[in-house]
């Protein structure tokens, strides 16, 4: 059995509804998304909502999934995350809104990154953009991060609602074998990197988390950490995709997000496959 769990955490002392990470699962057609809403950006949580969902409603697998992105589809989520925006604004207090109205101002659009998969008869197609990342753990203990070499700073590339940035994302496929699958965001990947580099095996640790609990607990132990093993403090968000049968297209799914479904917020608005 191919099993699913995914966690979410925001910044230390910060509330969930302000955690700018999005995550997606689609077990039934494959499809796993993570997202991480640039900070210096406007809403940036909810324009990684709608990149997640979109990815996990479209029919082209992962590595088409950005060549997908035609000028109808930029339309329809730029007007999607337009609404919340006016949404958002409608719903705040007097002094709320005009902190909304003056972000929007300045910033005037949304950015995040992205990293996605699409899991198909044996095959594994993936897509990233920015910094977010893809680990895969062979059953040998071979591990590879895509994309490869990446350096984790405060700049990243992302897309962006009004489309002036359309990076080139990293697509590629490669056959589904026995192991572990992470897609994480940037500061859990930063932290998977550097202490696989020190010789501690990061992934094993979250493929034996077992509840939101454990992972907080772990988040809280490397924040405070020192050296390599330091977690940087910011959102987190992860997807634990441990691969048993890699000719099974079924997946156990356990779902340890808070009450919300951060993955949604807008999935009301988004189209339905018949």
Not at 96 to 109: D, E, I, Q, V
Not at 251 to 258: H, S
Request: glycine share 8%; charged share 30%; net charge negative.
């Amino acid at each position: 059995m191919n099993t699913v769990r995914t966690f979410v955490s925001p910044s230390e002392g910060m509330e969930m509804r302000c955690c700018s990470d999005r995550l997606a699962v689609e077990a039934v057609k494959g499809r796993f998304a993570v997202a991480d809403g640039v900070s210096s950006s406007h809403l940036p949580g909810q324009w990684a909502g709608l990149l997640c969902l979109d990815f996990i409603t479209e029919r082209d697998p992962a590595d088409r999934w950005a060549e997908g992105l035609d000028a109808e589809r930029r339309t329809v989520l730029r007007q999607l995350w337009e609404e919340d925006c006016d949404e958002m604004e409608s719903e705040a207090d007097t002094a709320g809104a005009r902190r909304l109205r003056r972000t929007r101002s300045f910033y005037g659009h949304g950015a995040s990154t992205l990293a996605g998969v699409t899991i198909d008869g044996g095959e594994l197609a993936y897509c990233i953009v920015g910094d977010s990342c893809l680990w895969v753990r062979e059953a040998s203990g071979r591990t590879s991060c895509l994309p490869s070499g990446i350096f984790f700073t405060s700049i990243t590339d992302a897309l962006s609602s009004d489309w002036d940035t359309r990076p080139m994302p990293v697509t590629g496929r490669m056959t589904l074998v026995r192991g572990v699958l992470v897609l994480a965001t940037d500061a859990l990947s930063d932290w998977i990197g550097r202490m696989e580099a020190d010789g501690r095996d990061a992934i094993g640790m979250l493929v034996e988390l077992r509840s939101r609990d454990e992972f907080e607990a772990l988040v809280r132990r490397y924040r405070a950490a020192d050296g390599p093993e330091r977690l940087n403090d910011d959102d987190v968000s992860v997807v634990v995709i441990r691969i048993d049968d890699p000719g099974s297209d079924t997946f156990e799914v356990t779902r340890f997000d808070p009450v919300g479904r951060l993955d949604a917020p807008l999935g009301d608005k988004m189209k339905t496959e018949n």
